[in-house]
C-alpha cells in the first residue's frame, strides 16, 4: 500500500508559477499509475492530469493543458506538476493520486490512494 505525501504548493501571483511535489513510500512507485486532481472551495474535485507507470504517456484536462507538466522519476519515487502562467482560477487544494490496476484515467473513482492535499492559492 503506497502512502502520498504532497508539497509545494503556495501564494503566487497570477502569471507566475509553482512545482508540486508527491512523494510517494510504501509501495512500488513505478508500478501506480498516477494523477493530479484539485478541489476548490464548493467545487467538486476536477482532474489536472494524469501519467503512465513509464511517465511516456500523460494527459491533461483542457483548462490547464499548456501550462502545466506532469512528470515522474521513479528512482526517486516522486511525481510532480510544474504549474506555469497560473491563473486566479487555478486556485484549490491539489491532491496526487495512484491506482495499479486500471490505468491512465480522469475519473477520480479509479484511484485508490491520495495525499492529504496541499494548498495553492493565485492572487489576481
Known amino acids: 500500500q503506497v502512502q502520498l505525501v504532497e508539497s509545494g504548493g503556495g501564494l503566487v501571483q497570477a502569471g507566475g508559477s509553482l512545482r508540486l511535489s508527491c512523494a510517494a513510500s510504501g509501495g512500488t512507485f513505478g508500478s501506480y499509475v498516477m494523477a493530479w486532481f484539485r478541489q476548490a472551495p464548493g467545487k467538486e474535485r476536477e482532474f489536472v492530469a494524469t501519467?503512465?507507470?513509464?511517465?511516456?504517456?500523460?494527459d491533461y484536462a483542457d483548462s490547464v493543458r499548456g501550462r502545466f507538466t506532469i512528470s515522474r522519476d521513479n528512482l526517486k519515487n516522486t511525481m510532480y506538476l510544474q504549474m506555469n502562467s497560473l491563473k486566479p482560477e487555478d486556485t484549490a487544494a491539489y491532491y496526487c493520486?495512484?491506482?495499479?490496476?486500471?490505468?491512465?484515467?480522469?475519473?477520480?473513482?479509479?484511484?485508490?490512494?491520495w495525499g492529504q492535499g496541499t494548498q495553492v492559492t493565485v492572487s489576481s
Open positions: 501519467i503512465t507507470r513509464s511517465g511516456r504517456g500523460t
Open positions: 493520486a495512484a491506482e495499479i490496476a486500471i490505468g491512465a484515467s480522469r475519473r477520480a473513482t479509479d484511484y485508490d490512494y
